[in-house]
């Protein structure tokens, strides 16, 4: 059996005036992270990760940023999109690994509905999808929360 691992990450500023998309959840917030889609940066690392596992290199080829189809677009969707891809190369996820950084909000409760969001759109069980955040202990443009980062892995098999 042929398996293949990915690694993603993803930055993005947090602001005034932008809605907070982690995980494919909204979360109130008075800051949001800016971008040309939703900017959710945990979707973003688990598509990177997806697409470097099979060597289909990153979201910004796949999405560019300066193409209007993507704008404001919802990051589920590119999510979709690299599942669809890498199913259509013959393979299946295993598990995905992911965590975020950030020092505020707190995202521990948000945390099951994004296990669930991410499992449904990859096929995957709740199991086979874990979800970790972290601070910097104010260390940083995290600690000062200027933005936020996300790291992911992901396992891929051959079917």
């Given at each position: 059996?042929?398996?293949?691992?990915?690694?993603?990450?993803?930055?993005?500023?947090?602001?005034?005036?932008?809605?907070?998309?982690?995980?494919?959840?909204?979360?109130?917030?008075?800051?949001?992270?800016?971008?040309?889609?939703?900017?959710?940066?945990?979707?973003?690392?688990?598509?990177?990760?997806?697409?470097?596992?099979?060597?289909?290199?990153?979201?910004?080829?796949?999405?560019?940023?300066?193409?209007?189809?993507?704008?404001?677009?919802?990051?589920?969707?590119l999510l979709?999109?690299?599942?669809?891809?890498?199913?259509?190369?013959?393979?299946?996820?295993?598990?995905?690994?992911?965590?975020?950084?950030l020092e505020?909000?707190?995202?521990?409760?948000?945390?099951?509905?994004?296990?669930?969001?991410?499992?449904?759109?990859?096929?995957?069980?709740?199991?086979?999808?874990?979800?970790?955040?972290?601070?910097?202990?104010?260390?940083?443009?995290?600690?000062?929360?200027?933005g936020l980062?996300?790291?992911?892995?992901?396992?891929?098999?051959?079917?």
């Amino acid at each position: 059996m042929s398996y293949r691992i990915g690694f993603g990450i993803d930055f993005h500023q947090m602001v005034e005036g932008r809605d907070l998309w982690i995980g494919g959840v909204k979360i109130p917030y008075h800051k949001g992270s800016l971008g040309h889609s939703d900017a959710d940066v945990l979707l973003h690392a688990i598509c990177d990760a997806l697409l470097g596992a099979l060597a289909l290199g990153d979201i910004g080829i796949h999405f560019p940023n300066t193409d209007e189809r993507f704008k404001d677009i919802d990051s589920k969707i590119l999510l979709k999109h690299c599942y669809d891809l890498i199913s259509s190369k013959g393979y299946e996820i295993v598990n995905v690994d992911a965590a975020i950084c950030l020092e505020a909000p707190k995202i521990k409760k948000y945390s099951p509905e994004m296990r669930a969001i991410i499992a449904a759109i990859l096929e995957v069980s709740l199991d086979d999808v874990s979800i970790k955040a972290t601070t910097t202990e104010k260390m940083g443009f995290v600690g000062r929360e200027e933005g936020l980062v996300a790291y992911a892995n992901a396992l891929l098999k051959k079917k």
